[in-house]
């Protein structure tokens, strides 16, 4: 088989993954990988999914549509998950495109949602997007207010099924893992989806079940 750098790289983080889960004595299946192949031509794409890979991130909704929307039916078994900000005002497209919503942190999106849902009669999953290392820059609730904000959720009728954070660039991450976890913890809610290029062997350390790995897979964008 003819093999190319982004299906290397893809097989060099598979890779890396299970060996991160078997060093800290997980199960092979309790983390998976989410391929982000935002702002990523499909030369780069196509290799990764023709190696069998399924799940993929994108960051905006028209793009995602636009890329995916084409070839969503070939694949029965394609999860898209959006991992960026969404603007309630491309809801009803985000609720009938995608598997899984990753950055739900505004009252206003959340209740989007579940209006979308329930008219659709389609439930993507939803994450809460934590702001966890507080940078006015990052979108997320922050890590003070995520308690009262899954609350809210709970209460349009929506069940978050994990937590998503971006920890900062700088100094050491696993303490803003450690606080992404305690906060699912402590609200019942199972699933942590962070960890990427750069420290996503750390992110499995602290319990991630899900990383989102783009350029160490697809090049820089
Ligand atoms: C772009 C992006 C990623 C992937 O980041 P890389 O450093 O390219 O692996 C992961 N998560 C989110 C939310 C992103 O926006």
């Avoid at 209006?115 to 003070?144: C, F, M, S, W």
């Avoid at 962070?194 to 090049?219: C, H, K, P, Q, Y």
Wanted: aromatic share 6%; proline share 6%.
């Amino acid at each position: 088989m003819s093999s190319s750098p982004s299906a290397e790289n893809y097989a060099r983080i598979v890779k890396g993954l299970h060996k991160t889960l078997k060093l800290t004595g997980r199960p092979d299946d309790s983390a998976c990988l989410t391929a982000v192949s935002k702002n990523q031509p499909w030369e780069v794409i196509r290799p990764v999914l023709e190696a069998g890979h399924r799940r993929f991130g994108e960051n905006r909704v028209q793009e995602a549509m636009e890329r995916w929307g084409p070839v969503k039916d070939q694949y029965s078994d394609l999860t898209l998950c959006l991992i960026g900000p969404l603007q309630s005002n491309k809801a009803a497209d985000a609720v009938a495109f995608f598997d899984i919503i990753e950055s739900v942190d505004r009252e206003k999106i959340a209740r989007a949602i579940a209006d979308e849902a329930q008219k659709q009669g389609r439930a993507p999953h939803i994450y809460v997007q934590v702001n966890i290392g507080e940078e006015a820059q990052k979108a997320g609730i922050l890590p003070a207010e995520a308690d009262a904000f899954i609350a809210t959720v709970r209460g349009y009728g929506l069940e978050p099924r994990g937590l998503m954070c971006i920890p900062p660039v700088e100094g050491p991450c696993g303490p803003y893992f450690a606080l992404l976890r305690k906060i699912a913890e402590r609200n019942g809610i199972g699933h942590l989806s962070m960890g990427m290029s750069d420290d996503f062997e750390t992110a499995l350390r602290f319990g991630s079940n899900e990383i989102r790995v783009g350029t160490a897979i697809f090049g820089s964008r």
